[in-house]
């Protein structure tokens, strides 16, 4: 109980001294708290809402559930035989047939889609008690009636009369607003427009009698259970279909809608990672330079009878209240966070949401375990540091614990993680496979990583020095009093230095990465793809639009290619659930690939009889040019190919790609099973004007939304605008490692400038200037910013350079030195310092000199 009060005292008396830790803790277990309450909040309302409007037992496709499977673009479906087995099972009451179809494009009468990502297309159940509750009008009863959702509605401004023109895979129809509807429980209905069901069965699906799914009451007594077994055995193919109770099908549906918000909790706990990893090192410094200014104080605790093993509890006690005060903030915050997403979601309608947040047991249990494990890691060198406190160090003026052997150590776990780390960088550009290269290339990344931090003391001080040396003739005396201070602690310096170096190698080396996509794209571009214009589509196009894309005048030709799904048999193995590349023999005036052995003439020519395969399934299957290849097409035959060619890999646009002629898809599969097309590749007539013939080809695609067409330049940019996306979610985690490494050099700075009163005091005393001591802690700053950054670029780069080599030969082929980006995170680090210092020099500066000169007497 004593050591536990002088750990509440000791975090009581520096409570000034671990805001910034505090702050750290907190922003981690925020976004961690916040992930865990909004996935909860989501699914568990989705799961609530569901099992609203969910029958008793629900029979759906196995595997499915009602979206697409294949490229015929249509759900998979019920044939109607099923839906009258489910009928006759014992305990059945009542069985309806229900048709729900996804994406769905729907325009309103301006001709602008309801939504991006498409709208859920439902038919109004038969059963009443399953039915939304009207809010106006009426059920559709006709061919061209619908009911509309009053969510969808009220977002869109969609009124009861209004015409909306609904584009489907059989066929583009329009229908008429008969109603506006809620489901049961006042909530938005999970379909956001209704159909009558013989229509949506005939415009939704392509012909009657087929269901996506089939909804089953069951007679009174009967449990969920019972009924389940029941109709699962009255199927005439019980394996190819799954059966769940109202509570299954919920919470897989609720499961589902969580998913669809992936990216957001992925996200959010990549904000969590980042911050955790770079608070871990604000807060051991913090603890580091506590430790080192109450070195008296553990000394004296050991005079009067304590033993390390007390001293270094009493620390670790220190840093678990810390911990515990961290984590209620955080999980305090991350309510209020995922609160403000759940409000988001449900205005933008991005995805399923809930009213209020949901907060389950784990999510505290976890926050206040992560925030508490963090701390207590960060804490444990200093703790145990400030356990070797000798007793004698209670009686010098001057005392702190021994840093030497330390050092040592970690110089030698340094260099021995940095000459692994090294050789496995190596080993991994010079191995010739990417399975063997892959884990050498993780290895070399994290040990080079373990071997900087370890190293941070040492390197910092190398690095100090060399920009003293760089800048002498302009640092002056203050810089060189700063490079001093910088100098006389390298475990502060380093520990400060590291928090920034870990975001500034990430940052390095994605943008060198990213850098190379793109010159490598753009190579690759120019070289291998002839084709004019690219039609591209979010779902697989209709014939509709293949029919516009065809009949644009100006084109010579037009290349369609389609996926299908295999299994591809070999005399060394077989591949199953293989994507194949259906298309005509017009693609090779559309690319120019590049093969190892072979070419496309026997597989994509009328008649042909070949595939065309990668080299790494050819390697993998011990495959030449004319050796036999079984195609077994799912839902349809089975074709003998060989082998017609052999590609090279190194091309982004072909890599790991699988060809075959669409005349050998056609004689082996019905015709139903046909799948659409995925993309057109177009080229202009001889004497057209390209311009004019892409202008043509884009008004004549504005009726669908869902498909968007580019020429080479506006494809190229796109690319672009794709990895430049990407890289600015990245960037937005790796500001905030930025950011909590800034308060990590404030927290030193701060700290410092406490245990340095009594330098402050004698350089004024000196005849140093209030203004001369913020410039030297502000200089100090930078200097600990710049060794950061230039720490952290060093590793980067090199870690996308290796990266690179390693992906050259699946089209990573051009090494690009992001230099601008470089010579911006210099420039951040300067100003990052100079933001710093701020607050710390202002502290300095104000050091009164006789009051200072009798506190350090």
């Not at 502060?492 to 975001?503: H, I, K, Q």
């Amino acid at each position: 109980m004593t050591l536990a009060r002088i750990a509440l005292r000791g975090v009581v008396a520096h409570k000034s001294r671990m805001l910034l830790a505090l702050a750290a803790i907190a922003l981690g277990t925020a976004f961690v708290a916040g992930t865990l309450v909004f996935r909860d909040s989501v699914t568990a309302s989705a799961r609530s809402s569901f099992a609203e409007s969910t029958a008793d037992v629900t029979v759906t496709p196995r595997g499915n559930g009602g979206d697409r499977q294949d490229g015929t673009g249509l759900p998979a479906t019920l044939p109607g035989r099923v839906l009258d087995a489910a009928t006759r099972a014992d305990g059945v009451r009542a069985a309806y047939g229900r048709v729900h179809v996804p994406d769905t494009v729907v325009l309103d009468g301006r001709g602008r889609p309801l939504s991006s990502r498409g709208d859920l297309v439902a038919d109004w159940p038969a059963d009443a008690g399953s039915a939304p509750r009207l809010t106006a009008g009426r059920a559709p009863i006709a061919p061209a009636e619908l009911v509309v959702s009053a969510n969808a509605a009220a977002k869109h401004g969609i009124r009861l009369g209004d015409r909306l023109r609904i584009m489907a895979v059989p066929g583009t129809f329009e229908a008429t607003v008969v109603g506006l509807a809620r489901d049961r429980a006042d909530r938005a209905h999970d379909a956001d427009l209704f159909l009558d069901a013989a229509t949506a069965q005939r415009r939704l699906l392509g012909g009657p009698d087929r269901f996506t799914s089939i909804a089953v009451t069951a007679e009174p007594g009967v449990p969920d259970a019972r009924l389940r077994d029941r109709v699962l055995a009255a199927l005439p193919d019980p394996a190819g279909h799954t059966v769940r109770t109202r509570d299954a099908e919920a919470a897989a549906r609720g499961d589902a809608a969580g998913a669809s918000l992936r990216v957001v909790t992925y996200l959010m706990l990549g904000f969590a990672g980042i911050s955790v990893l770079v608070g871990v090192f604000l807060i051991g410094n913090t603890f580091s330079m506590l430790v080192a200014a109450r070195t008296r104080q553990s000394g004296l605790l050991r005079a009067v009878g304590a033993g390390r093993g007390q001293v270094n509890r009493l620390i670790l006690g220190e840093a678990g209240l810390l911990g515990i005060a961290g984590s209620t903030l955080g999980l305090a915050l991350g309510v209020a966070l995922a609160a403000g997403l759940i409000r988001i979601v449900g205005r933008v309608g991005a995805g399923p949401a809930a009213s209020l947040p949901t907060v389950h047991w784990s999510t505290p249990a976890v926050a206040y375990l992560v925030g508490v494990s963090i701390t207590l890691v960060a804490a444990y060198l200093p703790a145990r540091r400030a356990g070797r406190v000798s007793p004698m160090a209670a009686l010098l003026r001057e005392a702190g614990p021994g840093t030497r052997r330390p050092l040592r150590t970690r110089n030698l776990v340094a260099g021995t993680s940095g000459v692994l780390g090294t050789g496995a960088l190596l080993l991994a550009v010079r191995a010739d496979d990417l399975a063997a290269a892959g884990p050498l290339l993780a290895a070399g990344v994290l040990l080079t990583l373990l071997a900087t931090v370890a190293g941070a003391p040492l390197l910092s001080v190398w690095a100090v020095r060399g920009l003293d040396r760089l800048l002498a003739s302009r640092s002056g005396p203050i810089g060189r009093l700063a490079r001093g201070n910088a100098i006389r602690d390298p475990r502060r310096t380093g520990a400060t230095a590291s928090a920034l170096m870990v975001g500034i190698a990430l940052v390095s080396f994605l943008s060198l990465v990213a850098a190379s996509l793109v010159t490598s794209v753009d190579g690759q571009l120019e070289r291998t793809v002839n084709a004019d214009y690219f039609v591209l589509s979010s779902r697989p196009m209709t014939e509709q639009v293949a029919r516009v894309v065809r009949e644009t005048p100006g084109l010579d030709h037009v290349t369609a290619q389609q996926t299908v799904r295999a299994d591809l048999i070999t005399a060394h193995g077989t591949d199953r659930d293989h994507d194949l590349t259906a298309t005509t023999e017009r693609f090779t005036d559309d690319f120019r690939l590049a093969f190892s052995a072979g070419d496309t003439r026997s597989t994509l020519a009328p008649g042909g009889d070949g595939i065309t395969v990668p080299q790494a399934f050819a390697d993998e299957h011990r495959l030449a040019v004319g050796d036999p290849v079984q195609v077994r097409f799912h839902g349809g035959g089975t074709a003998r190919l060989r082998v017609g060619g052999i590609v090279r890999d190194g091309d982004v646009f072909a890599s790991g790609a699988t060809y075959i002629g669409t005349h050998v898809v056609r004689a082996h599969l019905p015709a139903e099973q046909m799948p659409l097309d995925d993309v057109y590749f177009a080229t202009a007539a001889a004497g057209a004007d390209r311009a004019e013939v892409y202008a043509a080809l884009a008004k004549r695609l504005d009726a669908f939304p869902q498909t968007k067409v580019r020429d080479r330049d506006s494809y190229r940019k796109a690319l672009h605008d794709t990895v430049a996306l990407a890289l600015d979610l990245v960037y937005a985690l790796l500001a905030l490692a930025i950011l909590v490494a800034v308060l990590g050099v404030v927290n030193t700075l701060a700290l410092s400038v406490v245990e340095r009163t009594r330098e402050m005091a004698l350089l004024r005393a000196l005849g140093l200037t209030r203004r001369r001591i913020r410039r030297m802690i502000r200089a100090e700053a930078v200097l600990i910013a710049v060794v950061g950054a230039v720490l952290g670029l060093l590793p980067g780069l090199a870690w996308g350079a290796a990266t690179q080599r390693v992906l050259a030969t699946k089209g990573l082929d051009t090494l690009t030195v992001p230099w601008p980006t470089c010579a911006a995170v210099l420039v951040g680090a300067v100003a990052a310092g100079t933001l710093a210092a701020w607050l710390p020099s202002r502290r300095a500066a104000r050091v009164h000199l006789r009051e200072a000169m009798a506190g350090a007497g």
